[in-house]
C-alpha cells in the first residue's frame, strides 16, 4: 500500500538563517548569530555542524539561550555549519518542524530556509510519485530540502563540483515557486546559499580574515555579520547563488535569467532590526523617514493638531515616533515600559496568547499619559490585538485623548510569502474603512501612513529597487502564481482555529521526529 501523500501547506516560514565556513570550530560563532537573529523567530532553533564528514546537530523549541546548554556545544564541532531560528506561519509549535532539515542522500545534506513556497503541496506529490523521496513533516522547507537533493542525485556525481551545485540549483529555480533565502550544507563539501528570482526574503553574506586565512558567513541580516566581526561583502542577489567549498574557496553564479530585486517592505517596518542594512537600505533611516513623512501627512490634514505628546510602543516603532515628535514639534516621551522577557507578540501562535501576553509584556508609566492628548505610534496594525488594548491602558492611566499613528499603510491583505497574515478575516483592516477601525481599536483619531510615502521612505538608500513586495497592503503578489482559491487555501490552513487542531496532532504524533539531541 502506498502511502498517503502529506498535505503541504507552507508551515514555516519567517525566520532567521545563518552558515559559517571557517578555519576553526564555529559553534560559538553560530550561536551567537542566532541570538543576534533571535527577533526573526522565538519558536524554535537549531545549529548543524559538519565534522569529518559527520553531522552534529542541536535543535528543539525554545529560545536560543534555552535550547542549547554547554553539553551541546561540547558535541557541536567543526569548521562549517549552519544554523536557525524560527516562528511558525501556521502549523504547531512540534520539535519536528525545528530546522535545520537533514537527508543523508546524497553525500549527506542540511538546509535552513526563510520564506515560504507557494506550490509546495505539488511539490510534495512529484517527490512522492516521481522523485522517490518521503517528507516527514508539513514544513515547505523539507520540502525544498528533497527538491534540492534530488536535483544533485540526478547528477550521479562522486564528487560534486561548483558547477554540479550551481547546475542542481538553477532545477530548484525551475521547480519552487515563492518566496525563500536559502542556507544549505553538504557534508565534507561545503556550504551553498540562494535566494529567489524576486529577492523577496532577505540574505547577505561576508567574509573575515583569521590567523588560518579567509573565512565566509550567510545571514539573514547584516547585524549578524557585524557582530562577528565578519565584513559585508553585499546581499545575495535575485536568482544568485554562492557556494564556498570547506577549504574556502567561494564561487558564485547568476542561475536564473529573469530576476528582479523586490524586497519585501514589510522587513523594514516591523521585522529587521533597525541596526541592519538591506538591498544597501539602511533600515534605521528607513523608519526615521517613515516618521517624517507620517508626520508630513498629519500637519496636512491637522495643521493645528493638539497633540501634546508622541508615545511609541516598544521597540520597533521608537526611531519612527521620534522623527514624528521633532517634526510636529511636541514632545517624545516613552510611555510604554517593555518586558523584555516576553516573546514579539504579532508572531505569537495564536489570538488568545496574544491578547494575554501584551498586559505582560507592557506596562504604563501614568504620568506620561495623564491630562494630555497622546499620539501613541506603533509600526503597522495588523490584527488589532495590541493597539486596542494599549489604548485602552492609556485611557486608564487618565489620558485626555488618545490619537493613534500607523508607520505603515492599512494592512487589508494575506501574506503568502512567510509572514504570519494568512487569514484576510483576522486582519482588522480587511473590508473596514480607515474609520471603522479607528472604532474598532478605540481611538480618538487614527492615521495610516501612505504606500507611496512607505516606499519612497524604503527605497531611497538604493535608487536600483524600482519596487517592492508590498501584497500585504495592495494585494499584488509579484510572483503572479496566486488567485482566491489559493488564499482561501492558506486561510483554512492557518488561521487561529487551524493552528489550534494541528498543534494537537502534533502533539499526539509519534515522537520518533524528535531530534536525537532533544535531551533536557
Known sequence: MYAPIKDVNGVDNMCGIAGIVAKSNVNQDLYDALTVLQHRGQDAAGIVMCHRGKFNQRKGNGLVRDVFRGRHMQRLMGNMGVAHVRYPTAGSSSPALAQPFYVNSPYGISLAHNGNLTNAEELNRELFQSDLRHVNTDSDSEVMLNVFAHELQKLGKLVPSEKDVFQAVKSVYRRCRGAYAVVAMIANYGLVAFRDPYGIRPVV?????????????????????????????????????????????????????????????????????????????????????????????????????????????????????????????????????????????????????????????????????????????????????TCKQIIDMAREAGANKVYFASAAPAVRYPNVYGIDMPSANELIAHDRTEEEVRKQIGADWLIYQDLDDL??????????????????????????????????????????????????????ADGAFIDLHNDV
Request: net charge negative; with cysteine.
Open 205 to 385: 553574506f561576508g567574509q573575515r580574515e583569521g590567523a588560518l586565512g579567509t573565512e565566509f558567513m550567510v545571514a539573514s541580516e547584516s547585524v549578524a555579520l557585524d557582530v562577528l566581526g565578519f565584513k559585508e561583502m553585499r546581499d545575495i542577489a535575485p536568482g544568485e547563488a554562492i557556494y564556498i567549498e570547506q577549504n574556502g574557496r567561494f564561487y558564485s553564479e547568476q542561475c536564473v535569467s529573469e530576476a528582479e530585486t523586490v524586497p519585501c517592505i514589510f522587513e523594514h517596518v516591523y521585522f529587521a532590526r533597525p541596526d541592519s542594512i538591506m538591498d544597501s537600505v539602511s533600515v534605521y533611516k528607513t523608519r526615521l523617514r517613515m516618521g517624517e513623512k507620517l508626520a508630513e501627512k498629519i500637519l496636512r490634514e491637522r495643521p493645528n493638531h493638539d497633540i501634546d505628546v508622541v508615545i511609541p510602543i516598544p521597540d520597533t516603532s521608537r526611531v519612527s515616533g521620534q522623527a514624528m515628535a521633532y517634526q510636529l514639534g511636541v514632545k517624545f516621551r516613552e510611555g510604554l515600559v517593555k518586558n523584555r522577557y516576553i516573546g514579539r507578540t504579532f508572531i505569537m501562535p495564536g489570538q488568545s496568547l496574544r491578547k494575554k501576553s501584551v498586559r505582560q509584556k507592557l506596562n504604563v508609566i501614568s504620568l506620561e499619559f495623564k491630562g494630555k492628548n497622546v499620539l501613541l505610534v506603533d509600526d503597522s496594525i495588523v490584527r488589532g490585538t
Open 455 to 508: 516606499i519612497d521612505c524604503s527605497k531611497e538608500g538604493n535608487s536600483s529597487i524600482k519596487r517592492f513586495e508590498c501584497s500585504v497592503f495592495d494585494g499584488d503578489y509579484v510572483t503572479g502564481d496566486i488567485d482566491q482559491a489559493y488564499l482561501d487555501k492558506i486561510d483554512a490552513q492557518r488561521n487561529d482555529e487551524s493552528k489550534k487542531v494541528q498543534e494537537n496532532h502534533y502533539e499526539t
